[in-house]
């Protein structure tokens, strides 16, 4: 970071309560940075006004490339680059692609759609995750407020939105 | 969202909080293995040396060192084969077919499940291999890659080369499934560690933070998943049954095979869960997690596709006489009055009539009956592939090629050694990696625990 | 050698023999001697150097081991070129078997031996044991050099020590075989000239000697007639297993066959009846087959008598009444017959056969179907005089003693005694080319030429004469037998030129004009045979029945209460001889279908009475005791046996065959007695049989005997339904299919492929198989097909790509499926060739990954061993189960080194034919209807700029096939044998359409479309009658 960046963090212990808070806190002009959650809570995303994950679309255009690439493939290598009788049966006896072409279809779809998702959300081995607060992986929801993009407001009125919405304690975390 | 239902009772017991949750299965991962870990890891690596030995010699000689003969071509090579992948179905279909249906009951076993799962196509994936005359070019002879033959390509046409895609496809689908779910639990201990652990555990979790915006993104990613393993679970046994149905050998050559194997995946898969999941919360006290409650329901499970099963036992006999095919009746009058007619009942007893018992609740409930019952499923449904490949083999069409099979000791040793890996795999899970699925766990415990936060 | 290549004949394109090559051939021989030296293997190599050949190049070409480098030719020899095969007319003769055969050579090497077409004696065809009788020419076992006392010497020693010690020896015989060979005898004239008197004392292993006497007998002179089955509408035998190992079985079951091939045209076949104990191969086709004691059989031919002579109004003898089915049914055909008929016994008793001429001159069938003015000399050997000569060396009279050629302390029942005395001759000496049970135990061994490599004549019959030549240049420093008798005699000719000196002055003047004597040798020579006529000499009987009738009455019984058992002789091992030949041990029996062991064949009824049930392999083993003497021997439960008679085979129990045969099976020459003056192979007394509690397993390559009654694989009928309808017993499935049934060639997702070349297709007549098994080992031969031994057999692996299905029927009704695995106690037999099937629509092709099994524009399914990847699916789909895998390596393997000889020692490896590749381990292989014999044909006829010829592509089975039973041809040639056969409608379709009712697919409703049909078998018999 060329700046240091300063954030307010409110910890909730309960999803409704934080549900709520988070309703109350961006109703009262603050803007979230974002909420670190243990485990995902329904209804957040709404919450926060995130838009529909794009995911799935990803995931369909994969699987149609994964068919088409199947069955590209088996009419090119059984009909087109070396035809040979096999039982009798046409060079391109189309029922007996159907099985690959499934299975390269679930299979791109799968592998298309979890490699999207590990991109846009930056997940790799080596990335180095800013933690808030440990306990947001064990019982703790931590609502994080980047006081750079909340200039308009004082810093203890935050604290104060965020303490009546719910907050069981209201820290301050800076990054070098 | 749902709301607490006092009616039903709670998926987790003991009045877990959050913390508990993660402190239960954290430790088992943090601490230093127990005595019965070491015992039964022990165990598990010895078998696997022992097998070993039954695998190297039959690689080194030759698939001769098999009971196999010219008329019995395939014996417990693909018996095993198919039986492990059986059992493979049941973690995909816990975890995937349950979330469709949202089964939150699902949260607490869908993690070792799907392990297991792993594991056992793992294991499957061996015999296709190790089966073969000359494994060291079939390995990847079998795959559609370019060579120096004037590209001389695979046959599309072979259900074994389908087996190919579907199995690879099935294992890599469940791992990277299983893996997804594993991203939030590594960071949960990545936090709870310091110092080395620490860093693999935070490579392990490929740094996750558990934005809300992750969440999002994992939620619909792992239901995509779900969407996508169902009919891949489906497929992938309907394949493997292709290998005997589109045949032209009697007692192979059936339409039923595609439900028919599927139901009998299930079947044995929900079978070795059970198996594994009774050693697991005792050995790691998870009484807490893994009720009677979760073992009831799939004992139900297990009562309807063994009958589902038995149904379809005797439906083919029905079929085989309704066709009036002479050598087709043959084929099944012989399995079950043949020289093999031994296999075929001790799969009937297994198979069909074991698991009628749970009827009775309290067989259904009780922890003793349903870990023996299991074991015996599993027993049934390996005499299940074993009947359908050898007894329909050694007796086809031309009496004159008629034989018998005899096991030698190369067979049960290869047997042996996937047993060996499975284990062994398996408990390096469970000491190494959260056996129960924290994250979703935690996100059913408030509508199910009163006081899931103290 | 050297004078003889000036005339060795360079096969068949070499007709015009100039002197040109004539040198270049010499010079590219002159240095051999010099590389010959006593270490046989170094002078094998250096001749094989000098031939400019090395197998593993070929033969391991597929191999993933590195390929040896091939030595290349420093001058080639004009007649050999690489990869083309030479073709030498030639003759094998043993102990009195006969076949005019034509050796196949590849560069220098014999590979394989086929029958000669041009002999109007055994026409072409060979037996499985002439067959394989080329490997005994790259035995390991024969000896490299002459030996004196054990220790290997050289010719000179030898004949100095032998000269000197003839002179004094006093009395010399020569003990030998039948000897078919005019020279030979002449040379022996002259031995025993040059030695006073030295006698040759002739007999056989298994002795025809009673057909002999009673000729003597009844006709005054003692010969064996010609037999011409092919004149005979009715044939009645006594345990003769003519079609196996009687006297002539190759040229027997070709004309016996002639009888049995019907056609709408000729819906007549012969009526054959068969009277035995053990269920022999004739018995096994025979189609009134009757058991019965062998203590029996010589009444039964008195009642046949004097049945017939009750029709003839002549005088009948008196014989004990004797109850034997079929029995008066086979007189009225005789009698309706006459002339066309013929009564035969496999009896060595001469009463008995006397009886048997008189029968047949009842008859009418003297000069008809039996031809005395045209006599045979196969074995010739008397019985009465090798005794003496037993007796005279027991009473050392005998001063020195030669075995040319024979093995007498194995295969007489008497060796053990020749083996106690031997020493008693001042000098004995054996021309034996392996150190046998009887060679071993000479002073001398004048080791002689394997017959591949010698020079030889024959007259089998009268007026028919055959040469041998060599084909290869001695392997090892063996002499020919014929010239060191020549030379111990004294003479300084070699035996070639003897040889063309006896044909100058014997057989030249008889051809006539035209020719020179040259040009009529090189005639003969480039012909193999030749055949001269000679007046039909008028034989009339002189002997007297009623004499022959009381011997006969004496020694044979209406009821025996006590065990018997008959010696036989299997198709396979025969008399032993070729015992070391694991192409023969690992062939199938016929009838039993084991391999690598004899065994005593009991009925069914014996076997439930004493407890003793054969689960596939596994059997017990009996105490057999035979006039005090007693074996252990496993038994074998055999349907169709005679109750309380046992069979027992010759040929096995060798002690010094070598590494193949030593210790297999037991001796049972050791039993046999020729107390009478005749060796006799029916023992009706002092036989006991104990069931021990030791149990034993036998390896059979099918251990399922019945064919379940299922119409689909097996369609039979007598031939009063033929006469009626031309596809009775057809099975002719149909399938439901849009309101009606359909054949199920019509139901089918795909249109076919057309084959706009050649179509590939083979019809095999089961009336005609005979289940002989020549094909087999001629397979195995032409195809490099690897033996795998007793174990492997036991594990049911044998390799075999063709196998003959032996299938007896049940009593059970067609719905008792358990009573149907039960064979019937003297059940109906039929044999059914099976090999790949070259399906069009292969479902061994659809199921393979990796493509390794495909369809070639020509039909044939081919297997690509080096794509395999060894699944072994394609041989689980495959419903005729034909395919086989190589479980192990079983090349260059230790483990197999003692059976697989021909893929591991590297003398057994030159016997591989080049044009097909030694698969490895962890591959399927099949049948490929002889591809390689497909595609030389193609590309001579190319080379030609010629289309193809029918015929002139023939698969080895067919080849070897004594009956004709398997045509092979291409389809699409409206012209082919096999097209007009079939009456195959003309069209380019892979399925095509035949017109032939007989003509059926084994599993039609599969629809797998192969392109091998069958013909219904049609037995000459009532219905319902065993």
Same mark, same amino acid.
């Given at each position: 970071?060329e700046?240091?960046?300063?954030?307010?963090?409110?910890?909730?212990?309960?999803?409704?309560?934080?549900?709520?808070?988070?309703?109350?806190v961006?109703g009262?002009g603050?803007?979230?940075?974002?909420v670190?959650?243990?485990?995902?809570?329904?209804g957040?995303?709404?919450?926060?006004g995130?838009?529909?994950s794009?995911?799935p679309?990803?995931a369909?255009?994969?699987?149609?490339?994964?068919?088409?690439?199947?069955?590209?493939m088996q009419?090119?290598?059984?009909k087109?680059?070396?035809?040979m009788?096999i039982g009798?049966?046409?060079?391109?006896?189309?029922p007996?692609?159907v099985?690959?072409?499934?299975?390269?279809?679930v299979?791109?779809?799968?592998?298309?759609?979890?490699?999207?998702?590990?991109?846009?959300?930056?997940?790799?081995p080596w990335?180095?995750?800013?933690?808030?607060?440990?306990?947001?992986?064990?019982?703790?929801h931590?609502?994080?407020i980047?006081?750079?993009?909340?200039?308009s407001?004082?810093e203890?009125?935050?604290?104060?939105i965020?303490?009546?919405?719910?907050?069981?304690?209201?820290?301050r975390?800076s990054?070098? | 969202?749902?709301?607490?239902?006092?009616?039903?009772q709670p998926?987790?017991?003991?009045?877990?909080?959050?913390?508990d949750?993660?402190h239960?299965?954290?430790?088992?991962?943090?601490?230093?293995?127990?005595?019965?870990?070491?015992?039964?890891?022990?165990?598990?690596?010895?078998?696997l040396?022992?097998?070993s030995?039954?695998?190297?010699?039959?690689?080194?000689?030759?698939i001769?060192?098999?009971g196999?003969?010219?008329?019995?071509?395939?014996?417990?090579d693909?018996?095993?084969?198919?039986?492990?992948?059986g059992?493979?179905?049941?973690?995909?279909?816990?975890?995937?077919v349950?979330?469709?249906?949202?089964?939150?009951?699902?949260?607490?076993?869908?993690?070792?499940?799907?392990?297991?799962?792993?594991?056992?196509?793992?294991?499957?994936?061996m015999?296709?291999?190790?089966?073969?005359?000359?494994?060291?070019?079939?390995?990847?002879?079998a795959l559609p890659?370019?060579n120096?033959y004037?590209?001389l390509?695979?046959?599309?046409?072979?259900?074994?080369l389908?087996?190919?895609?579907?199995?690879?496809?099935?294992?890599?689908?469940?791992?990277v499934?299983?893996?997804?779910?594993?991203?939030?639990?590594?960071?949960?201990?990545?936090?709870?560690?310091?110092g080395?652990?620490?860093?693999i555990?935070?490579?392990?979790?490929?740094?996750?933070?558990?934005a809300?915006?992750?969440?999002?993104?994992?939620e619909?990613?792992?239901?995509?998943?779900?969407?996508?393993?169902?009919?891949l679970?489906?497929?992938?046994?309907?394949i493997?049954?292709?290998?005997?149905?589109?045949?032209?050998?009697p007692?192979w050559h059936?339409?039923i095979?595609?439900?028919?194997?599927?139901?009998?995946a299930?079947?044995?898969?929900?079978?070795?869960?059970?198996?594994?999941?009774?050693?697991t919360?005792k050995?790691?006290?998870?009484?807490?997690?893994?009720?009677?409650?979760?073992?009831?329901?799939?004992?139900?499970?297990?009562?309807?596709t063994?009958?589902?099963?038995g149904? $379809?036992y005797i439906?083919?006999?029905f079929?085989?006489?309704?066709?009036?095919v002479?050598?087709e009746q043959?084929?099944f009058?012989?399995?079950?009055?043949?020289p093999?007619?031994? $296999?075929?009942?001790?799969?009937?007893?297994?198979?069909?009539?074991?698991?009628?018992?749970f009827?009775?609740?309290?067989?259904?409930?009780?922890?003793?009956?349903?870990f023996?019952?299991?074991l015996?499923?599993?027993?049934?449904?390996w005499f299940?592939r074993f009947?359908i490949?050898?007894?329909?083999?050694?007796?086809?069409?031309?009496?004159?090629?008629?034989?018998m099979?005899?096991?030698?000791?190369?067979?049960?040793?290869?047997?042996l050694?996937t047993?060996g890996?499975?284990?062994?795999?398996?408990?390096?899970?469970?000491?190494?990696?959260?056996?129960?699925?924290?994250?979703e766990?935690?996100?059913?415990?408030k509508?199910?625990?009163e006081?899931?936060?103290? | 050698?050297?004078?003889?290549?000036?005339?060795?004949?360079?096969?068949?394109?070499q007709?015009?023999?100039?002197?040109?090559?004539?040198?270049h051939?010499?010079?590219?021989?002159?240095?051999?001697?010099?590389?010959?030296?006593e270490?046989?293997?170094?002078?094998?190599?250096?001749?094989l150097?000098?031939?400019?050949?090395?197998?593993?190049?070929?033969?391991?070409?597929?191999?993933?081991?590195p390929?040896?480098?091939?030595?290349?030719?420093?001058n080639?020899?004009?007649d050999?070129?690489?990869?083309?095969p030479?073709?030498?007319?030639?003759?094998?003769?043993?102990?009195?078997?006969?076949?005019a055969?034509?050796v196949?050579t590849?560069e220098?090497?014999?590979?394989?031996?086929?029958?000669?077409?041009?002999?109007?004696?055994t026409?072409?065809?060979v037996?499985?044991?002439?067959?394989?009788?080329?490997?005994?020419?790259?035995?390991?076992q024969?000896?490299?050099?002459?030996?004196?006392?054990?220790?290997?010497s050289d010719?000179?020693k030898?004949?100095?020590?032998?000269?000197?010690?003839?002179?004094s020896?006093g009395?010399i015989?020569?003990?030998?075989?039948t000897?078919?060979?005019?020279?030979?005898?002449?040379?022996?004239q002259?031995?025993?000239?040059?030695f006073?008197?030295?006698?040759v004392?002739?007999?056989d292993?298994i002795?025809?000697?009673g057909?002999h006497?009673?000729?003597?007998?009844?006709?005054?002179?003692?010969?064996?007639?010609?037999?011409?089955?092919?004149?005979?509408?009715?044939?009645?035998?006594?345990?003769a297993d003519?079609?196996g190992?009687?006297?002539?079985?190759?040229?027997?079951?070709?004309a016996?066959?002639?009888?049995?091939?019907?056609?709408?045209?000729?819906?007549e076949?012969?009526?054959?009846?068969?009277?035995?104990?053990n269920?022999?191969l004739t018995?096994?086709?025979?189609?009134?087959?009757?058991?019965?004691?062998v203590s029996?059989?010589?009444? !039964?031919?008195?009642?046949?008598?004097?049945?017939?002579?009750?029709?003839a109004?002549?005088a009948t003898?008196?014989?004990?009444?004797?109850?034997?089915?079929?029995?008066?049914?086979?007189?009225n055909e005789?009698?309706?017959s006459?002339?066309?008929?013929?009564?035969?016994?496999?009896?060595?008793d001469p009463?008995?056969?006397?009886i048997i001429?008189?029968i047949?001159?009842?008859l009418?069938n003297?000069g008809?179907?039996?031809?005395?003015?045209?006599?045979v000399?196969?074995r010739?050997?008397?019985?009465?005089?090798?005794?003496?000569?037993i007796t005279?060396?027991?009473?050392g009279?005998?001063?020195?003693?030669?075995?040319?050629?024979c093995?007498?302390?194995?295969?007489?029942?008497?060796?053990?005694?020749?083996?106690?005395v031997i020493?008693?001759?001042?000098?004995?000496?054996a021309?034996?080319?392996?150190?046998?049970?009887?060679?071993?135990?000479?002073?001398?061994?004048a080791p002689?030429?394997?017959?591949l490599?010698?020079w030889n004549?024959?007259?089998?019959?009268?007026g028919?004469?055959?040469?041998s030549?060599?084909?290869?240049?001695p392997?090892?420093?063996?002499?020919?037998?014929?010239?060191?008798?020549?030379?111990?005699?004294?003479?300084?000719?070699?035996y070639?030129d003897?040889?063309?000196a006896?044909?100058?002055?014997?057989?030249?003047?008889t051809?006539?004009?035209?020719?020179?004597?040259?040009?009529?040798?090189?005639?003969?020579?480039?012909?193999?045979?030749?055949?001269?006529?000679?007046?039909?000499?008028?034989?009339?009987?002189?002997?007297?029945?009623?004499?022959?009738?009381?011997?006969?009455?004496?020694?044979?019984?209406?009821?025996n209460?006590?065990?018997?058992?008959?010696?036989?002789?299997k198709v396979?091992?025969?008399?032993?001889?070729?015992?070391?030949?694991?192409?023969?041990q690992?062939?199938?029996?016929?009838?039993t279908? !084991?391999t690598w062991?004899?065994?005593?064949?009991?009925?069914?009824?014996?076997?439930?009475?004493?407890?003793?049930?054969?689960?596939?392999?596994?059997?017990?083993?009996?105490?057999l005791?035979?006039?005090?003497?007693?074996?252990?021997?496993?038994?074998?439960v055999?349907?169709g046996?005679?109750y309380?008679?046992?069979?027992?085979?010759?040929?096995?129990?060798?002690?010094?065959?070598?590494?193949v !045969?030593?210790g297999v099976?037991v001796?049972?020459y050791d039993?046999?007695?020729?107390?009478?003056?005749?060796?006799?192979?029916?023992?009706?007394?002092k036989?006991?049989?104990?069931?021990?509690?030791?149990?034993?397993?036998i390896?059979?390559?099918?251990?399922?005997?019945?064919?379940?009654a299922?119409?689909?694989?097996?369609?039979?009928a007598?031939?009063?339904e033929?006469?009626?309808?031309?596809?009775?017993?057809?099975?002719?499935?149909?399938?439901?299919?849009?309101?009606?049934f359909?054949k199920?060639?019509?139901?089918?997702?795909?249109?076919?492929?057309?084959y706009?070349?050649?179509?590939?297709?083979?019809?095999?007549?089961?009336?005609?198989?005979?289940?002989c098994?020549?094909?087999?080992?001629?397979?195995?031969?032409?195809?490099?097909?690897?033996v795998?031994?007793k174990?492997?057999?036991?594990?049911r692996r044998?390799?075999?790509?063709?196998?003959?299905?032996?299938?007896?029927s049940?009593?059970?009704?067609?719905?008792?499926?358990?009573?149907l695995?039960?064979a019937?106690?003297?059940?109906?037999?039929?044999?059914?060739?099976?090999?790949?099937?070259?399906?069009?629509?292969?479902?061994?092709e659809?199921?393979?990954?990796?493509? !390794?099994t495909?369809?070639?524009?020509?039909?044939?399914?081919?297997?690509?061993y080096?794509?395999?990847?060894?699944?072994r699916?394609?041989a689980?789909?495959?419903?005729?189960?034909v395919?086989?895998?190589?479980w192990?390596?079983?090349h260059?393997?230790?483990?197999?080194a003692?059976?697989?000889?021909?893929?591991?020692?590297?003398?057994?490896?030159?016997?591989?034919?080049p044009?097909?590749?030694?698969?490895?381990?962890?591959?399927?292989?099949?049948?490929s209807?002889?591809?390689q014999?497909?595609?030389?044909?193609?590309?001579?006829?190319k080379?030609?700029?010629?289309?193809?010829?029918?015929?002139e592509?023939n698969?080895?089975?067919?080849?070897?096939?004594?009956?004709d039973?398997l045509?092979?041809?291409d389809?699409?040639?409206?012209?082919?044998k096999v097209?007009?056969?079939?009456?195959i409608?003309?069209?380019?379709?892979?399925?095509?359409?035949?017109?032939?009712?007989?003509?059926?697919?084994?599993?039609?409703?599969i629809?797998?479309?192969?392109?091998?049909?069958?013909?219904?078998?049609?037995?000459?018999?009532?219905?319902?009658e065993?």
């Amino acid at each position: 970071m060329e700046r240091d960046t300063h954030f307010i963090l409110g910890v909730y212990v309960d999803e409704d309560v934080l549900l709520h808070a988070v309703e109350k806190v961006r109703g009262s002009g603050v803007k979230i940075h974002e909420v670190y959650s243990p485990y995902p809570v329904h209804g957040l995303e709404h919450a926060l006004g995130y838009k529909r994950s794009k995911l799935p679309i990803a995931a369909f255009l994969f699987g149609m490339l994964g068919t088409s690439l199947a069955l590209t493939m088996q009419f090119y290598m059984m009909k087109f680059d070396w035809p040979m009788i096999i039982g009798g049966k046409n060079y391109a006896a189309f029922p007996d692609f159907v099985p690959v072409s499934f299975e390269m279809t679930v299979l791109l779809a799968a592998f298309g759609m979890v490699g999207v998702f590990l991109i846009t959300s930056n997940l790799k081995p080596w990335a180095q995750p800013r933690i808030f607060d440990v306990r947001s992986t064990d019982d703790k929801h931590i609502m994080a407020i980047d006081l750079a993009n909340n200039t308009s407001l004082k810093e203890d009125k935050i604290k104060s939105i965020l303490t009546s919405s719910g907050a069981t304690e209201v820290n301050r975390k800076s990054f070098e | 969202m749902q709301g607490t239902s006092s009616v039903r009772q709670p998926l987790v017991t003991g009045g877990k909080t959050y913390h508990d949750v993660t402190h239960d299965v954290s430790r088992q991962v943090e601490g230093k293995p127990s005595k019965l870990w070491y015992m039964a890891f022990l165990t598990a690596a010895s078998v696997l040396a022992l097998g070993s030995i039954a695998l190297l010699t039959t690689l080194w000689e030759g698939i001769g060192t098999w009971g196999l003969n010219k008329t019995v071509g395939w014996a417990w090579d693909i018996t095993n084969f198919v039986w492990w992948v059986g059992i493979g179905h049941a973690g995909t279909l816990i975890s995937a077919v349950l979330l469709l249906f949202r089964q939150k009951w699902r949260t607490s076993i869908n993690r070792a499940a799907e392990a297991m799962t792993i594991f056992a196509v793992i294991c499957a994936a061996m015999f296709p291999v190790i089966h073969m005359g000359r494994p060291w070019l079939g390995a990847y002879w079998a795959l559609p890659l370019p060579n120096t033959y004037g590209s001389l390509w695979v046959n599309f046409n072979s259900p074994l080369l389908w087996d190919v895609f579907a199995i690879s496809t099935y294992f890599s689908v469940s791992l990277v499934f299983w893996y997804i779910g594993l991203i939030p639990d590594f960071a949960t201990i990545r936090d709870r560690a310091t110092g080395l652990r620490r860093k693999i555990y935070g490579a392990l979790s490929f740094g996750w933070d558990g934005a809300a915006k992750t969440w999002m993104r994992y939620e619909s990613v792992s239901l995509i998943l779900a969407g996508l393993a169902t009919p891949l679970v489906l497929s992938v046994h309907t394949i493997v049954s292709f290998d005997f149905a589109t045949s032209v050998i009697p007692g192979w050559h059936t339409t039923i095979f595609p439900p028919y194997f599927v139901a009998g995946a299930i079947f044995s898969g929900f079978a070795m869960v059970l198996t594994l999941m009774i050693i697991t919360r005792k050995v790691y006290k998870l009484e807490d997690y893994i009720t009677i409650g979760h073992i009831e329901l799939m004992n139900i499970v297990i009562i309807i596709t063994g009958s589902i099963v038995g149904i $379809a036992y005797i439906t083919e006999f029905f079929i085989a006489w309704y066709s009036g095919v002479d050598a087709e009746q043959y084929a099944f009058i012989n399995r079950a009055t043949g020289p093999y007619w031994w $296999a075929y009942w001790s799969m009937m007893t297994c198979n069909v009539i074991s698991p009628q018992l749970f009827w009775i609740k309290k067989i259904r409930t009780s922890i003793v009956a349903t870990f023996l019952l299991s074991l015996v499923v599993n027993i049934g449904m390996w005499f299940e592939r074993f009947v359908i490949i050898v007894t329909s083999l050694h007796r086809d069409y031309l009496p004159s090629s008629w034989a018998m099979f005899y096991p030698s000791w190369a067979d049960v040793g290869v047997y042996l050694f996937t047993f060996g890996v499975f284990f062994t795999f398996f408990f390096l899970f469970a000491k190494f990696f959260p056996v129960i699925n924290m994250a979703e766990v935690k996100s059913v415990l408030k509508s199910t625990s009163e006081k899931a936060h103290k | 050698m050297k004078e003889t290549k000036k005339t060795y004949w360079k096969g068949l394109e070499q007709l015009s023999n100039d002197p040109g090559y004539v040198k270049h051939a010499d010079s590219e021989f002159t240095e051999l001697p010099s590389a010959l030296n006593e270490d046989g293997t170094a002078s094998r190599r250096d001749f094989l150097k000098l031939m400019g050949f090395s197998l593993a190049a070929a033969s391991l070409a597929a191999c993933e081991t590195p390929v040896r480098k091939a030595i290349p030719y420093v001058n080639k020899p004009i007649d050999i070129n690489p990869s083309i095969p030479n073709y030498y007319a030639s003759t094998f003769s043993s102990g009195g078997d006969y076949a005019a055969v034509v050796v196949k050579t590849r560069e220098g090497r014999p590979i394989k031996i086929d029958g000669n077409e041009l002999s109007p004696i055994t026409k072409g065809k060979v037996n499985a044991l002439v067959e394989a009788s080329v490997l005994s020419l790259y035995d390991k076992q024969r000896l490299v050099g002459p030996m004196i006392s054990g220790a290997a010497s050289d010719w000179e020693k030898v004949d100095a020590q032998v000269k000197a010690s003839l002179a004094s020896a006093g009395a010399i015989k020569i003990v030998t075989n039948t000897l078919l060979s005019p020279s030979t005898e002449k040379v022996l004239q002259e031995f025993s000239a040059a030695f006073g008197g030295a006698e040759v004392v002739a007999y056989d292993a298994i002795s025809n000697f009673g057909i002999h006497k009673a000729s003597e007998l009844f006709y005054g002179q003692g010969i064996i007639p010609s037999y011409h089955f092919d004149k005979a509408k009715t044939i009645v035998s006594f345990g003769a297993d003519f079609l196996g190992t009687w006297i002539s079985p190759i040229e027997f079951a070709g004309a016996y066959a002639k009888t049995r091939k019907i056609t709408k045209e000729k819906p007549e076949m012969s009526k054959h009846f068969q009277f035995e104990s053990n269920l022999s191969l004739t018995g096994a086709n025979a189609d009134y087959r009757t058991p019965i004691k062998v203590s029996q059989s010589g009444l !039964a031919v008195l009642a046949l008598y004097n049945a017939l002579a009750t029709k003839a109004g002549l005088a009948t003898v008196s014989a004990s009444k004797v109850e034997v089915a079929h029995l008066d049914q086979a007189a009225n055909e005789l009698w309706n017959s006459k002339g066309a008929s013929l009564v035969i016994s496999g009896s060595n008793d001469p009463h008995v056969q006397v009886i048997i001429h008189a029968i047949n001159e009842l008859l009418g069938n003297n000069g008809a179907t039996v031809d005395f003015s045209n006599p045979v000399y196969y074995r010739k050997g008397n019985d009465t005089r090798m005794d003496q000569f037993i007796t005279e060396l027991k009473s050392g009279s005998v001063g020195g003693v030669i075995f040319y050629n024979c093995n007498p302390v194995y295969d007489h029942p008497r060796g053990a005694d020749i083996a106690a005395v031997i020493a008693k001759a001042k000098l004995s000496i054996a021309t034996n080319g392996t150190l046998d049970e009887t060679s071993s135990l000479v002073q001398i061994v004048a080791p002689d030429h394997h017959f591949l490599e010698s020079w030889n004549d024959f007259q089998p019959k009268k007026g028919q004469y055959s040469l041998s030549q060599p084909t290869i240049s001695p392997l090892f420093n063996t002499r020919q037998a014929q010239d060191s008798f020549l030379t111990w005699a004294g003479s300084t000719t070699s035996y070639f030129d003897y040889l063309q000196a006896q044909w100058n002055s014997t057989l030249f003047p008889t051809w006539g004009t035209g020719l020179s004597f040259q040009e009529f040798w090189d005639r003969s020579l480039f012909n193999g045979v030749l055949s001269t006529t000679s007046e039909p000499s008028i034989v009339a009987p002189v002997g007297n029945v009623t004499a022959a009738a009381a011997e006969v009455s004496k020694s044979y019984q209406a009821s025996n209460a006590g065990a018997e058992l008959v010696v036989y002789a299997k198709v396979g091992i025969g008399n032993g001889t070729f015992a070391n030949n694991p192409w023969l041990q690992e062939m199938p029996d016929p009838i039993t279908k !084991a391999t690598w062991d004899n065994y005593l064949t009991v009925s069914q009824k014996w076997a439930s009475e004493n407890g003793v049930t054969m689960v596939e392999e596994n059997t017990k083993k009996a105490t057999l005791t035979v006039n005090g003497k007693s074996i252990q021997v496993p038994i074998l439960v055999q349907p169709g046996q005679a109750y309380d008679t046992f069979g027992l085979a010759l040929g096995y129990g060798r002690t010094k065959a070598g590494k193949v !045969a030593n210790g297999v099976g037991v001796n049972a020459y050791d039993l046999l007695t020729s107390a009478k003056g005749f060796v006799s192979y029916e023992l009706t007394s002092k036989v006991e049989v104990a069931v021990t509690e030791e149990s034993y397993k036998i390896a059979r390559t099918q251990t399922h005997q019945t064919f379940m009654a299922r119409e689909n694989v097996i369609q039979e009928a007598t031939l009063a339904e033929y006469k009626k309808d031309a596809s009775a017993g057809r099975y002719k499935p149909e399938i439901y299919k849009d309101g009606e049934f359909v054949k199920p060639s019509k139901i089918s997702l795909w249109n076919g492929h057309k084959y706009s070349q050649h179509h590939w297709g083979l019809a095999i007549d089961m009336n005609s198989c005979i289940g002989c098994g020549a094909c087999t080992v001629a397979c195995q031969v032409e195809n490099n097909v690897a033996v795998v031994g007793k174990q492997e057999v036991l594990n049911r692996r044998e390799m075999a790509w063709i196998r003959i299905d032996r299938y007896y029927s049940s009593d059970a009704a067609a719905d008792d499926l358990s009573g149907l695995e039960i064979a019937a106690e003297n059940p109906e037999v039929t044999f059914q060739p099976m090999m790949c099937q070259q399906c069009n629509n292969a479902p061994c092709e659809t199921v393979c990954p990796v493509a !390794a099994t495909t369809h070639s524009s020509e039909g044939l399914n081919q297997m690509t061993y080096n794509r395999c990847i060894g699944t072994r699916y394609c041989a689980n789909n495959c419903p005729y189960k034909v395919r086989r895998f190589n479980w192990f390596k079983y090349h260059d393997n230790k483990d197999f080194a003692g059976v697989n000889i021909t893929q591991n020692d590297d003398l057994g490896k030159m016997v591989l034919n080049p044009d097909v590749t030694v698969r490895v381990r962890g591959v399927m292989e099949k049948c490929s209807m002889c591809v390689q014999r497909i595609q030389a044909g193609k590309l001579t006829a190319k080379r030609e700029k010629r289309t193809l010829v029918d015929g002139e592509i023939n698969v080895a089975c067919a080849v070897a096939c004594p009956t004709d039973a398997l045509v092979f041809g291409d389809m699409n040639d409206p012209s082919s044998k096999v097209s007009k056969l079939l009456k195959i409608e003309e069209s380019d379709d892979a399925s095509k359409q035949v017109g032939e009712e007989r003509a059926y697919h084994v599993l039609e409703e599969i629809n797998v479309s192969p392109n091998v049909w069958y013909f219904t078998k049609i037995r000459n018999k009532e219905k319902n009658e065993a």
